[in-house]
């Protein structure tokens, strides 16, 4: 969206409340926001490896309990909410349009199951109610309210920080295809009732899966996670296999797939420095390149096709320079980098630098992934005095000569 002009605001807001956490501190006998900076701190690292941009804003859900609690206070004022022994909930009744993102009606909507609230269903007014506000039990992490102790409903979270950070009616709300029901359509519902414009268009993207369609596992040897898919594997190559599939569909990630990416983006490095080798003529990008490229990515950005129309231009400048045509292949080189840039996949030239510098490189990335600095230093420092500039990159160390 950047590279087409639009000013882009990304709020991605982190749950640093939750059962599970609480679950979780208690089983292991630790504060609960001491679990919740230590995996907000991985999960910014993996983005970083990956050469995701930081978001605009990354409001915690625990520092917006106060405009939760005046949230709840003027649903239960017009009548939406109500209190029962463990909590507050919203009268889904109230939401006239109640069920519009599941594309379901209610009936077949609790039919399927799914992860619906079954606490306090006896005092709910109706099944699909769900909870705004949970009273605490003794020992657990609370926060006053008019109703009582307690902790807001994730739901409530979410509404209450997309309103305040990007106001009515914003633009765009994204999550995983998991998310579409309950969590974002109950997000909904509480802006409904509010009497508020909610998010403009929704996206949802599909799960990361193996190969044999389930949830990622042991289809990579020893990488069960991102943080273990990082390490052993040059992040990049992870982005292109996601560019590589339609963010809609779910992501089949395997030794195969994984392999091959490495491969592309092998290619896509040499290219990069084989162009800049060749001291090419400075040419702006092939703009007939760049307009199919915006076309596709227009279109519910579709990655694939411009992912394929990359590799295009990659195989008609290699054609050009071969055949002497220096400013037509300029023109395309410099589409691809565009496009590239476009997509986040930052590219390399190796600069004559020899495979075991480029290693270390790579195994410094690693050892900072792995939070290992002391090695990360250990490694810049040796390749420093064997007289390289190591600069940090958004796609990972880059080495060239002093
Ligand atoms: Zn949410």
Redesign the pocket.
């Known amino acids: 969206m950047e590279w087409c002009g639009v000013q882009v605001r990304l709020v991605s ?1 982190i ?1 640093d409340i939750d059962d599970k956490i609480i679950d979780r501190a208690n089983r292991e006998n630790r504060p609960w926001n001491e679990i919740t900076h230590k995996c907000e701190a991985v999960w910014f690292d993996a983005m970083n490896a990956l050469g995701v941009l930081r978001p605009t804003d990354v409001p915690h859900a625990t520092e917006y309990v106060e405009q939760m609690v005046e949230m709840i206070g003027d649903l239960m004022s017009s009548d939406s909410a109500y209190a029962t022994d463990d909590g507050v909930y919203l009268d889904i009744s109230s939401v006239p349009d109640y069920g519009l993102l599941a594309h379901q009606n209610l009936d077949d909507m609790l039919s399927g199951g799914g992860d619906r609230e079954v606490l306090g269903a006896a005092q709910k007014r109706h099944p699909a109610d769900f909870a705004l506000w949970k009273f605490s039990k003794p020992g657990e992490p609370s926060w006053s309210s008019p109703w009582g102790e307690g902790r807001p409903g ?2 409530s ?3 209450v920080m ?1 309103l305040q950070l990007l106001g009515e009616g914003f633009d765009l709300h994204c ?1 995983g295809a998991d ?1 579409r029901f309950p ?2 359509e109950n ?1 909904r519902a509480q802006a409904v009732a509010l009497g508020k414009t909610f998010a403009q268009h929704w996206m949802h993207n599909g799960f990361v899966v193996d190969t044999e369609g389930e949830k990622m596992s042991k289809s990579l040897g020893n990488v069960t996670n991102l943080v273990d898919l990082v390490q052993h594997y040059d992040p990049r190559a992870y982005r292109m296999l996601l560019l590589q599939t339609h963010y809609r569909s779910p992501v089949k990630v395997g030794q195969d797939n994984i392999d091959s990416s490495v491969k592309s983006l092998a290619n896509l490095d040499g290219f990069a420095d084989r162009m800049a080798k060749a001291a090419l003529p400075a040419m702006s990008a092939d703009s007939e390149v760049l307009a199919k490229f915006r076309e596709l990515m227009d279109n519910d950005i579709d990655t694939p096709n411009a992912m394929a129309i990359i590799f295009d231009t990659v195989r008609r400048a290699n054609i050009a320079i071969e055949s002497g045509d220096t400013d037509v292949c300029a023109a395309l080189a410099t589409a691809v980098h565009e496009m590239c840039n476009a997509l986040g996949l930052m590219l390399r030239s190796g600069d004559d630098i020899d495979a075991a510098i480029v290693e270390r490189a790579q195994q410094l990335d690693a050892a900072r992934v792995a939070k290992d600095f002391a090695m990360a230093d250990a490694i810049r420092i040796e390749l420093q005095a064997a007289g390289y500039v190591v600069e940090t990159t958004k796609a990972g160390t880059r080495v060239r000569r002093a």
């Open positions: 807001n749950t994730w739901h979270e979410c509404v997309s999550g998310l969590h974002h997000e």
